[in-house]
């Protein structure tokens, strides 16, 4: 039975969902990309974020109290490959931070409409490849959210396909699978999410990809290989709109002998691990587990 906890933070976000107009907010968006994203300089403080200036590219420091180098997470995280991060990724970041012993590097990469998928990639994979100088590959976790979690799988699965290490683990919260959204479930879904809107998700994703086609597994990375990846944890809801996907992707895996770890929640809403509900909580242990497991176990 879900908590009461999630059941109000679901009625919050259904009163607080607006219809958008997908033009402007693109055009809107097309303007506030322009300029550098700046941390917000409280939540900078108050969680000691770093900045690591070692790339063009901003990328963002948080390190555990203690023993900070027994292992690192690159996290990528969401927002439809058009938002920057939200106060709500910093604050979830700096929990796990703490709960893993461990330093979590968050790249800000390049968000449509200004930029394509190239781009982010172009940037991105250098900071992977500078982690494998720190620590070994199975104690790094490739991590993210939505959008993000999208670009975290595709990017262990251009990592096989340009025969570099995979990381020891492959987090994804809510992941974005399919760029296109064609999932014959997705339209029933969609008076069960409280959060995204179908539509603009649709327009985005063609604005990422570029000249691209929307089937291409560095958008879609269910289209991607499977067969020698890292292990594979995904958190899934089914109050959202990825849930068929997430879905079909575990079908998928269970068809190549793979075996992933799969949690899919009643009743959660999209990214609910982020949220202060009882439900995180015991996502949040899970993922502290799957980590911890892997990690210590190679010492």
């Known amino acids: 039975m879900r908590s009461w906890q999630s059941f109000l933070v679901e009625r919050l976000l259904l009163l607080n969902k607006k219809k958008i107009n997908t033009a ?11 300029a550098p994203y700046v941390i917000p300089a409280k939540l900078q403080q108050k969680y000691n974020i770093l900045k690591d200036n070692t ?5 963002y420091v948080l390190e555990s109290t203690s023993d900070p180098h ?14 920057q991060p939200l ?10 931070s703490q709960k ?11 968000k449509a409409p200004n930029h394509n998928y190239k781009e982010a990639f172009e940037q991105v994979l250098p900071i992977y490849e500078y982690l494998l100088t720190k620590v070994k590959p199975e104690n790094i976790v490739l991590m993210g959210d939505s959008a993000g979690g999208g670009f975290a799988l595709a990017l262990a699965q251009f990592l096989l396909e340009s025969d570099i290490s995979q990381p020891g683990n ?14 014959p479930e997705i ?8 959060m995204l809107d179908t539509k603009l998700l649709i327009e985005v994703g063609k604005l990422y990809a570029g000249k691209s086609a929307l089937s291409n597994y560095l958008l879609s990375p269910i289209n991607g290989p499977l067969q020698g990846l890292g292990k594979i944890s995904l958190f899934i809801g089914t109050h959202e ?24 929640y009643p009743q959660m809403n999209h990214v609910f691990p982020v949220f202060p509900i009882p439900e995180a909580k015991i996502a949040m242990k899970q993922m502290i587990d799957i980590i911890k497991e892997d990690v210590d176990s190679t010492r």
Request: charge should be negative; proline fraction near 5%; hydrophobic fraction near 40%.
């Open 170 to 183: 492959i987090i994804l919260l809510s992941p974005w699978l399919d760029i296109t959204l064609s999932h």
């Open 24 to 34: 402007n907010y693109i055009e809107q968006k097309r303007i506030a990309n322009q």
């Open 241 to 264: 709109l990825f849930l068929p996907d997430a879905r079909k992707f575990k079908v998928l895996a269970e068809k190549e002998n793979i075996d992933i770890n799969y949690f899919e």
């Open 55 to 59: 790339y063009s590219l901003d990328t």
């Open 100 to 110: 893993v012993n461990g330093t979590i590097y968050v790249p800000v990469y390049p």
């Open 187 to 194: 339209e029933a879904m969609e008076s069960k999410e409280p």
């Open 87 to 96: 106060s709500w990724h910093w604050h979830f970041l700096y929990k796990l």
């Open 70 to 83: 027994t292992r690192v997470i690159l996290y990528l995280h969401g927002g439809g490959y058009i938002e």
